[in-house]
């Protein structure tokens, strides 16, 4: 897995993946310095019979990832919004209605499918390896549905439990942990903002046994027109007070290791402020965010080119506009922020699962090295620390990091060696670590990352890292 140290990051919807991502907007995100993108597409827009999986919605979805991992960028991708087939009907509304919720069956089979297509290692007709870095096992379809008429308490909103969740959460990430070892798994979005139902639900998690089943938390904070730093009610906290009542439950189970993703956030122009006003907005939330210590990365809602006359709505989000002037004072506005707060300034940990690159002094960091083996034999012994002939690998487990990769903390270090294809290897061949190895690092529940060295040779002390991995 990655050291992915850039926090920011955008939600952007391909939904019907009917359009591919405009490559201005690829050119945006890297403008604005982000890290992260969330691509958001339909699973009904991608599995339009049972069983079949359209090739034009995927060569939507191969050519977006495609694009941001040439660009240096971070992929999500929440599995949201399932085809009938692959729904089950939850008795969870009183009322007259009769709700649906994902099938864990059918959507662990569509977890494989793409957990299997977008690991680094499969080929992609027409693309070669492509990597999906955090799939998001759902959206917010697990906490959004109102039953109408009843109270307005967790008790009250039985559809908004994690009952719904927590089977799905359990068929899935085992699936992607063996297909794509060096993904993240990411919860699904806490979408309603009600403090006790953000406790009782994530101690839910802990009671049934998902402690190891995800790697970050997930959340959408919608606050305006309320100010992201000030409580709407004594239910409905800041930004900051959201924050903090999530981690606490995850630290109080032993999990404050892991970090809380911010996944949607932001605010609509003009219906609830001007674009003035936003600027102000979002430099509040990006500064609750950065120094809160439990936000490893924040995707803000949203960009794109959509005509209004299609998607107001969507329109109303973006920083970037349709229609002249297309770049609005809030898109200046964030790119001159992570320009003067860059990701080093950020207290928490820029996208690990386990607290990524921000680790205080002094905590254990396990930095794992793989080695992309050209002119050597496929023998692991080969590269034990301690052999003379690479005194640059025995270097790191003493001395500081070469600048290529700063701020790992390195206490141990484990080397994983892993020839994929017969040599020689070929230069863009991905050197991935085994499985086994990367459960081993998520047990022990410590901060981690990868360190990437290619070729490997005796003298050769130059760091090379992929887009993709970019320290």
Known sequence: MALRSNPYGVTTALRTAKKKIDPQLITDFVTLGLGWVRIMILWTSIELTPGAYDAGA????????????????????????????????????????????????????????????????????????????????????????????????????????????????????????????????????????YSPHHTSFMQALYDNGCKNLFDYANAHMYTSPVAPGTNTSATQLSMTGQINEIYNVMAANGDGNKNIWITEWGAPVPNDMTDAARVTYYNAALDIMRTSG??????????????????????????????????????????????????????????????????????????????????????????????????????LATTPPPTAMPRISMRWIIQVCRTISPLPVAAS????????????VRLLAIPWSIAWWRPISPGNTTPKTSPRLAM
């Open 58 to 193: 995927l060569d939507v979805l191969d050519d977006a990832v495609n694009r941001c991992t040439n660009a240096g960028l971070h992929v999500q991708f929440p599995i949201q919004q399932p085809p009938a087939w692959h729904t089950v009907s939850a008795d969870c509304d009183p009322g007259p209605n009769v709700h649906r919720m994902m099938d864990p069956n059918g959507a662990a089979k569509f977890a494989s499918f793409l957990s299997n297509r977008y690991n680094g290692v499969t080929n992609v007709p027409g693309y070669g390896p492509l990597t999906i870095d955090a799939f998001e096992v759902g959206n917010e379809e697990f906490d959004v549905y109102f039953c109408q008429g009843q109270p307005v308490t967790v008790a009250g909103q039985p559809c908004r439990t994690p009952n719904w969740f927590i089977p799905v959460l359990q068929a899935v990430s085992p699936v992607i942990r063996a297909n794509a070892p060096g993904a993240l798994v990411g919860m699904c979005a806490l979408w309603w903002q």
């Open 294 to 395: 439990h936000v490893g990365v924040t995707n803000f809602y949203t960009m794109n080119y959509t005509d209004p006359a299609v998607n107001a709505a969507s329109q109303s989000f973006s920083l970037t506009q349709f229609n002249a002037p297309h770049y609005t004072a809030t898109f200046t506005a964030v790119q001159t922020y992570i320009t003067n707060n860059p990701p080093s300034s950020w207290s928490s940990g820029g996208g690990g699962g386990g607290g990524g690159s921000g680790v205080p002094s002094g905590v254990p960091h396990v930095c794992i090295v793989a080695l992309e083996n050209h002119s050597y034999s496929n023998t692991a012994a080969k590269y034990v620390l301690g052999n003379p002939n690479f005194p640059h690998i025995n270097a």
């Open 429 to 440: 061949t991905v050197c991935r670590p085994t499985a086994t190895t990367l459960q081993l």
